[in-house]
């Protein structure tokens, strides 16, 4: 049971490039979302998808676009890269929204843009 | 919008001490509230959650409490351990329609030798 794995660890990135995060769970949980952790400003987040089939914006989902490809899999996209966008991803997933279980999240990826 | 504000930011106390993390948050129309634990490079562990009829959980040495009409939760921990270092992050999940969790900055905690 690997709970929720995420791919790449790192990343670098020039400003202009594109590319996806990879997040996946084996829970068999119902929701998924995505974070980002800066400096000062706490975990934010991105997008979410309350079950398979939809998806959500958060609170700063400007220059993202998410695929929750089946139940397992939620991937975030960044079309051109810029460095506002160098920060720390996680991806969660719990049961539901709302309920009595937590959030369970990934190791993160680091995503540097120069 | 929910706001949520810890303090300390940083903590260092010797092994042994039993110490009070605060957090607060704006908006008291919550679904619940939890805690995390977050070690350096690593992602979050969730610690205790407690739900907005509930004024208390506990798990092991640790204990939190939550005052909904105040804004405000504790998490206490008891007879510190160097293991406990990490930064600690509350959470709280708005009851609106778009319910998200709403974090804050986290505390550093230090324990010492």
Redesign the interface.
Known sequence: NAG?TQTPKFQVLKTGQSMTLQCAQDMNHNSMYWYRQDP??????IY?SASEGTT?K??VPNGYNVSRLNKREFSLRLESAAPSQTSVY?C?SSYE??G?????????TRLTVL | KQE?TQIPAALSVPEGENLVLNCSFTDSAI??L?W?RQDP??????LL?I?SSQREQTSGRLNASLDKSSGRSTLYIAASQPGDSATY?C?V?D?GT????T????TRLQVTL
């Open positions: 929720v000062g400003m706490g975990l934010r987040l979410y959500d958060g609170e996680f969660a929204i709302v009595t279980d937590t959030q369970y999240f990934g190791p993160g | 949520v679904y619940n939890q995390f490079g690593k992602g979050l562990t969730s959650l739900q992050l959470a999940l009851s778009a319910s998200k969790l974090f804050g900055t986290g």
